[in-house]
């Protein structure tokens, strides 16, 4: 009876709106309806991932979408960079070792941002580098790498693609694909886009285009080419994820509603804020520092003297207050707050007040409302500016 308070890094509450909009009757995509449901939604995807480019749209998870970025543009042998910050960072090390690729790993502690000065130094001793690989926001560390720095340093330094692993921070982040050279941009539905998962956004610059075009891909189902054929036509190669992309375009609606997109990343920036001053106020430790905390998720230490899984069962059980848990090294000592895509400040203000709830029933010693004050006033505080 009572709902699941779904605070997960993906899958994410879906909007009405958006769960009405998939509720339509099917359509063919090889109709006219179709046609320019899937011109239009394109077209209004383009300010989400700051681009020119075309938005197309893979019938997969994100995943299938990195590999297809992958697999494109590298052919076995050649030499790639992959940064890796943690556990989705390492993803894409591990495509691109099964493709055989010669990978360069950059690695970082997890918790921790790849920065300029790291991928410079990195760079001094490699040539011949294909295609730089990096995840926008790292999701089992809530980390948001600076991706216009790592842009300007591969253009710099490098002939190399830059390809950008964007799931779980297109939709609540402002990436500027084409300001910050990037040449391959990735997205899910589940994370920050308020959409069940089965459907990948991703976008190709000219510079990877005449990669693509001259790298002799064995990919059929994942063949970036033919999805730009079909494309032309305002269509895809096969068959799509035509109810999703029906629910994307009330995606969009909504974040028009919402007054346009930067107010969308506003509200993002509104809820890493909220999340990080209560946990503060609650001398719960946060896992990043400030400047490269993620918009979307936040990681949060166990709290002093609690054994974490106990807590996370508690709050699921008696508040229905679902977070995920830490990932790799970081399980049982972190959890993960999402607030991305359909999460709002009266979310967090719900969800902070239950932690302590919890933390009342664990006897931790806390000044029982000193979260919830905190996230308000920091709530409050935005609405005074606006
Ligand atoms: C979730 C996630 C993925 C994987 O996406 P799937 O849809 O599960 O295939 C990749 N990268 C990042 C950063 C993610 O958060």
Known sequence: MYPNILRHPGPTPIPKKVELAMAQNMISHRTEEFVELYQKTTQRLKPIFGTKQDILFLPSGGTAALEAAAVNTVSPGEEVVVITVGAFGDYFVSICENYGFHVHKLEKKWGEACTKEDLIEFLKPLSNIKAVFATYNETSTGILNPIDQLGEVVRTHTDALFIVDGVSAIGGAAPKMDEWNIDILVTGSQKAMMLPPGLALLSVSDKAWKVIEENNTPAYYLNLISYREWAAKGMTPNTPSISLIMGLSAVCDLIDEEGGFPKTVERHQLMKQMVREAMMALSIELLTGD????????????????????????????????????????????????????????????????????????????????????????????????
């Open 291 to 386: 400047e490269y905390a993620s918009p979307t998720i936040t990681a949060i230490k166990k709290p002093e003297g609690i054994d974490l899984s106990t807590f996370l069962g508690h709050l699921k059980k008696k508040y229905h207050l679902d977070f995920a848990g830490g990932l790799g090294p970081l399980q049982g000592k972190i959890f993960r707050f999402g607030h991305m895509g359909y999460c709002f400040p009266s979310d967090i203000l719900e969800a902070v007040s239950l932690i302590e709830a919890g933390l009342q029933d664990f006897s931790y010693h806390f000044d029982p409302g000193a979260g919830v004050l905190a996230a308000q006033k920091v709530f409050l505080g935005s609405l005074r500016k606006e």
